[in-house]
């Protein structure tokens, strides 16, 4: 064999930089992903996850109630960022509707804050505070008459 050609002995260094390297990458995309995760999950769906697994049958009950309203909730922002709600039963307005909103930030960045709605143009409610720029949570509670409806919607 030549000089050339000669292949470099491979040592218990090589293996030992190989699995220093190796194991470095990992641990670098495993601590990237963690902190990217800690800082945009608030950690927090419900206070206290049994009581809410106590509340879930009573919450199914009140979903079936809902849909069997038949009502169409369309949420929507219009271009000064005020909330629109219009609520429909068999194509038709709903009259007389009343609404309660509170919107906050889905990862927990902002506290949640009470929208108040007006009649609008058209038969639709709107907020009276515009929502800032940005991604929002709204939780709605509609009320016509007796019946409830409650709504959670994800703007942008």
């Not at 879930?56 to 309203?69: H, I, M, P, V």
């Not at 949420?75 to 429909?88: E, S």
Request: charged share 20%.
């Amino acid at each position: 064999m030549t000089d050339t050609h000669k292949l470099k002995k491979f040592t218990g260094w090589h293996m030992t930089a190989i699995l220093v390297t190796f194991f470095a990458v990992v641990m670098t995309v495993n601590f990237t992903m963690a902190r990217f995760a800690m800082s945009t999950f608030g950690g927090k769906v419900v206070e206290n996850s049994y009581v809410a697994s106590q509340h879930y049958n009573e919450w199914l009950k009140r979903a079936d109630a809902q849909d069997r309203l038949g009502w169409d909730a369309r949420i929507t922002l219009d271009a000064g960022r005020h909330v629109l709600l219009a609520i429909r039963k068999d194509g038709t307005l709903l009259d007389g509707v009343q609404a309660a909103a509170t919107v906050n930030h889905p990862l927990g960045r902002t506290a949640p804050a009470a929208l108040r709605f007006e009649p609008a143009a058209g038969g639709v409610l709107r907020s009276l505070e515009p929502l800032a720029i940005g991604r929002w949570r709204l939780d709605l509670i509609v009320r016509h008459g007796a019946a409830e409806a409650r709504y959670r919607e994800d703007l942008q």
